[in-house]
């Protein structure tokens, strides 16, 4: 059993624009995200299925060819394997959950 609290974890950017807190468990990562206004998340793809619950901010997400507007309260769930993109239309804090662990967040 562990207790951690994000605001104690290091931020990474993985992106530019994108300041993310990791945790890893066994199976998951877990991806606390605060994003610039603006920030643009390139088309890309993984073999790791993705939930992205939007917490605030305005977010745009481009899925499958889709674009979709996710507000705070917002989830989209991302088949591995799926093209996907986003770009932060205000600044924004989102929650990521991988499975399996994203080895290169670590």
């Not at 066994?26 to 991806?31: D, F, G, P, V």
């Not at 299925?49 to 481009?62: D, R, S």
């Not at 989830?75 to 770009?87: L, M, Q, Y």
Request: proline share 5%.
């Amino acid at each position: 059993m562990e207790f951690l609290n994000v605001d104690d974890l290091n931020p990474i950017d993985i992106v530019p624009g994108y300041h993310g807190r990791f945790i890893h468990t066994e199976h998951n990562t877990l991806a606390f995200w605060e994003v610039d206004a603006g920030a643009a998340l390139p088309h890309h793809q993984h073999m790791h299925e993705q939930v992205t619950h939007v917490l605030a901010g305005k977010f745009e997400m481009i899925i499958d060819g889709e674009v979709h507007l996710c507000t705070a309260g917002d989830v989209a769930i991302i088949p591995g394997g799926v093209f996907h993109s986003g770009r932060a239309l205000t600044a924004c804090r989102l929650l990521d959950v991988f499975y399996p662990v994203r080895q290169e967040y670590r």
